[in-house]
């Protein structure tokens, strides 16, 4: 997996990462997904498309500051994450979004299925995860913001 991180990266265990700013959309993502949203960040820039990128290394206790603050920032969320898009990062921040923070919300993640075995890069075109659908759900999403 690409790295996205290294020893001088700041790491604080219950604050989230903003590692790209951005205005019209806010990526929350998580493992593998850290590299697709910032792919994604980099050719949605190139559409004239502001992500910021947030890196959600510590689901739970999930930064509830940082979300609320990022999504009333933008107006605008997608969550990237390389697991169930139900009971993972996608149902926290869309439970914490639903009480603090009511922005529209796409979910780039794995749907109710069961996992397979396979190489990285084909298992995230498998599911669905790679930074192209990353786009397209940031698309979606702002149809509706």
């Known amino acids: 997996a690409p790295v996205v991180t290294d020893k001088d990266t700041p790491f604080d265990l219950y604050k989230a990462a903003i ?57 605008a969320v997608v969550v990237c994450e390389e697991h169930q898009i139900m009971g993972g990062l996608g149902g926290a921040i869309c439970e914490a979004l639903a009480q603090h923070c009511c922005v529209p919300v796409e979910l780039v993640g794995i749907q109710d299925r069961f996992g397979e075995s ?14 192209s659908d990353v786009i397209q759900a940031v698309h979606n999403v702002l149809k509706r913001k």
């Open 118 to 131: 396979g190489k990285p890069d084909d298992l995230l075109k498998a599911y669905n995860l790679s930074a």
């Open 19 to 75: 590692f790209r700013d951005g205005s019209d959309v806010t990526l929350f993502a998580n493992g593998l997904m850290v590299h697709e949203a910032l792919t994604a960040a980099d050719e949605l820039a190139r559409e004239g498309i502001s992500a910021r990128v947030v890196n959600i290394h510590t689901v739970k206790p999930l930064d509830l500051d940082t979300v609320c603050t990022c999504a009333a920032e933008t107006g």
